[in-house]
C-alpha cells in the first residue's frame, strides 16, 4: 500500500535530520522568554512540577483550544471548503515564516545584522514551503513538511515549560486516538478530495496523508527529549518516533484511519520517564 511512494518512507528521516539540524544551528538556549502567554497559562514550578495542578491545566486549555478549533474548522471545511482552503494555506505560512524568524533572531542568527532581511528570508522559505505542500506531492510535499513541522516543533519545545511538555505529549497521543475512533465524526466522512483542499494541515503524498500537527509533535519531543534529559536520550526518543510513524504505517494496511500521534508519542514518553525517573 505504502511502498510505491518513498516519500511516505522517508518522510520521518527528513524530519529527523532537519530536527537535529534546527537544533545543532537555531535552537536558543536558554530561551528569550520562559514562556509566551496564552501557549503557557499557568506558571510551572522550577522544583517538583509534577505534584503541581499548573502543567496540567495548562495542558488543559492547550486541549481545549484544540478541540474547539479543531471542530470549528472541520464545519468551515464542510460548509466552505474553498475558504477552509485559503485559511490552511495562510496557517501553513505563518506558522513555517513565524517560526523559521522566531528561532532565527532568539538564536542571534540575524541575517547580514537586519531584522528586515531576517523576516523576509523567514517569510520568503516560507512562501516557497506553502507552495510544495499546496501544489506538490511525493518528496516535495514530505521536505516541506518536515521543515516547517521540525521549526514548528522547536518553537513549541522553547516556549512550553518541559513537564507541561510530556503531559501534553501523553494528553495529545490519547486525544489522537479518542478524536480519531470516537470523535470528529463528521472526519470520517472525508473523502480525498477534502484532504486535498486542506494541504498544509495535511501533508498529502500519494500513499498516506500526515497531518501537520503529527509532525510538530514529533519534532517537539526529540527537542523536550534534550531539555530534560541529553542528546543520546533525545536520540533514542527519535528512533521511537521513527518506528512508530513505521508501525502506523503498517497499521494503515488494514484500516483506513490510524492516529498519527498515539504510537510515537507513547513510545516517546515511556522513554522519557524511563529516564527521568529510574536510578
Do not use: H
Not at 25 to 41: E, G, I, M, N, Q
Request: charged share 10%; proline share 6%; hydrophobic share 55%.
Amino acid at each position: 500500500m505504502f511502498g510505491t511512494d518513498p516519500a511516505t518512507l522517508l518522510l520521518p528521516l527528513f524530519l529527523s535530520a532537519i530536527t537535529w539540524s534546527a537544533m545543532t544551528f537555531l535552537s536558543p538556549a536558554p530561551p528569550p522568554v520562559r514562556t509566551l502567554p496564552p501557549v503557557v497559562t499557568f506558571e510551572e514550578p522550577t522544583t517538583a512540577p509534577e505534584v503541581s495542578s499548573a502543567p496540567y491545566l495548562n495542558v488543559v486549555v492547550l486541549l481545549a483550544a484544540v478541540g474547539v478549533s479543531g471542530t470549528l474548522f472541520v464545519v468551515l471545511l464542510r460548509k466552505r471548503p474553498s475558504l477552509a482552503s485559503v485559511l490552511s494555506a495562510a496557517l501553513y505560512l505563518i506558522v513555517t515564516g513565524s517560526s523559521m524568524s522566531y528561532l532565527l533572531l532568539s538564536s542571534g542568527r540575524i541575517v547580514a545584522g537586519s531584522l528586515t532581511l531576517t523576516l523576509v528570508l523567514s517569510f520568503g522559505i516560507g512562501a516557497l514551503c506553502t507552495y510544495l505542500v499546496r501544489r506538490r506531492t511525493g518528496l516535495l510535499a514530505a521536505l516541506s513538511g518536515s521543515l516547517t513541522g521540525a521549526l514548528g516543533g522547536l518553537v513549541i519545545a522553547s516556549i512550553v515549560p518541559p513537564f507541561t511538555s510530556m503531559v501534553l505529549m501523553g494528553a495529545a497521543a490519547l486525544f489522537d486516538l479518542l478524536m480519531v475512533w470516537k470523535g470528529y465524526l463528521a472526519m470520517k466522512g472525508l473523502r480525498a478530495e477534502d484532504f486535498r483542499t486542506i494541504r498544509g494541515m495535511v501533508v498529502e503524498m500519494r500513499d498516506a496523508s500526515v497531518g501537520l500537527g503529527d509532525l510538530i509533535f514529533y519534532a517537539m519531543a526529540v527537542s523536550v527529549a534534550v531539555k530534560v534529559a541529553d542528546t543520546l536520550t533525545a536520540a533514542a526518543v527519535n528512533v521511537a518516533i521513527v518506528a512508530g510513524y513505521y508501525a502506523t504505517l503498517a497499521l494503515l494496511r488494514r484500516w483506513d484511519q490510524v492516529p498519527g500521534l498515539s504510537i510515537p508519542l507513547g513510545l516517546s514518553l515511556v522513554l522519557l520517564l524511563l529516564r527521568s525517573y529510574l536510578p
